[in-house]
């Protein structure tokens, strides 16, 4: 399995070289903003890098909200940053499942999630795999339980959706990590990308704050458990910077190997 980290985006190859990443995460613009990625000027240095690059889309975009002044530009800013990843041959993007808001239907959501793959094929498709990630919040999210994963891969799943499976969101999220793969993979059929993180906060808290695997709430030993099952590359978004990351990163080849 090829380990890494989420880094912030000035020098992604010099992050991951200081972590002995394998795998190295970064944003293209301000995650809190609706910027579209610029050309980056170490652009042909990361297509060219021994580590594998995934891109994490803005954590604004919500393609699957009935409120079409956030899920136009959404879906619009979704393909952008589609784009700007395959500029640095990015393995995927990462975005958030998406959530309706309160007393709307969930169905609605899962059918703008349709309708922004069809916007995407009307302007030539996404150029690389679109991650789907679970999320830990909200009774109204289309990533967040399994029973409505199922219901969205319905949808997106025979669009080419990959998924994400962040163990912290999971845990936070109310579905315990115990043979999860297993019941992930029963509904996609994928995992692409695992997030591996411990959380700050107990089971079902709906609360999305990471912690470093040994610490926290998460038993660190069902995160090895996931990273073993999923068989796929693994970021660590976790907390400590450089010396933070890099034991996360050494203590899953440690388990891993052992
Ligand atoms: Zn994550």
């Given at each position: 399995m090829r380990i890494g980290a989420h880094v912030e985006r000035a020098d992604p190859l010099a992050d991951a070289a200081a972590r002995q990443a394998e795998v190295v995460q970064f944003f293209l613009t301000d995650p809190q903003g609706w910027e579209d990625p610029k050309p980056r000027a170490d652009a042909e240095a990361l297509r060219t890098a021994e580590v594998d690059i995934v891109i994490h889309a803005p954590y604004r975009i919500n393609v699957a909200t009935l409120n079409n002044r956030v899920r136009i530009p959404s879906r619009k800013l979704l393909l952008a940053h589609a784009n700007g990843a395959a500029a640095v041959n990015a393995l995927g993007l990462v975005v958030h499942g998406g959530h309706v808001n309160q007393?709307?239907?969930l169905a609605a959501g899962f059918e703008n999630w349709r309708k922004t793959f069809a916007y995407a094929a009307d302007q030539g498709g996404f150029p690389l795999p679109v991650l789907i990630e679970n999320t830990a919040g909200g009774d109204n999210a289309c990533a967040r339980s399994l029973d409505a994963l199922a219901r969205l891969w319905d949808v997106v799943g025979p669009l080419g959706a990959g998924f994400c499976l962040d163990t912290c969101h999971a845990h936070a999220g109310g579905e315990a990590l115990l043979d999860l793969v297993d019941r992930v993979k029963a509904i996609t059929?994928?995992?692409?990308?695992?997030?591996?993180n411990g959380s700050r906060d107990p089971f079902d808290s709906r609360r999305d704050r990471h912690d470093n695997l040994t610490q926290g709430q998460l038993d660190p030993e069902l995160v090895v458990a996931v990273v073993r099952a999923a068989q796929a590359p693994v970021v660590v978004e976790t907390p400590g910077g450089e010396a933070g990351q890099a034991a996360d990163i050494a203590f899953l080849r440690t388990q891993l190997a052992g």
């Amino acid at each position: 399995m090829r380990i890494g980290a989420h880094v912030e985006r000035a020098d992604p190859l010099a992050d991951a070289a200081a972590r002995q990443a394998e795998v190295v995460q970064f944003f293209l613009t301000d995650p809190q903003g609706w910027e579209d990625p610029k050309p980056r000027a170490d652009a042909e240095a990361l297509r060219t890098a021994e580590v594998d690059i995934v891109i994490h889309a803005p954590y604004r975009i919500n393609v699957a909200t009935l409120n079409n002044r956030v899920r136009i530009p959404s879906r619009k800013l979704l393909l952008a940053h589609a784009n700007g990843a395959a500029a640095v041959n990015a393995l995927g993007l990462v975005v958030h499942g998406g959530h309706v808001n309160q007393g709307d239907d969930l169905a609605a959501g899962f059918e703008n999630w349709r309708k922004t793959f069809a916007y995407a094929a009307d302007q030539g498709g996404f150029p690389l795999p679109v991650l789907i990630e679970n999320t830990a919040g909200g009774d109204n999210a289309c990533a967040r339980s399994l029973d409505a994963l199922a219901r969205l891969w319905d949808v997106v799943g025979p669009l080419g959706a990959g998924f994400c499976l962040d163990t912290c969101h999971a845990h936070a999220g109310g579905e315990a990590l115990l043979d999860l793969v297993d019941r992930v993979k029963a509904i996609t059929g994928r995992i692409d990308l695992v997030h591996a993180n411990g959380s700050r906060d107990p089971f079902d808290s709906r609360r999305d704050r990471h912690d470093n695997l040994t610490q926290g709430q998460l038993d660190p030993e069902l995160v090895v458990a996931v990273v073993r099952a999923a068989q796929a590359p693994v970021v660590v978004e976790t907390p400590g910077g450089e010396a933070g990351q890099a034991a996360d990163i050494a203590f899953l080849r440690t388990q891993l190997a052992g």
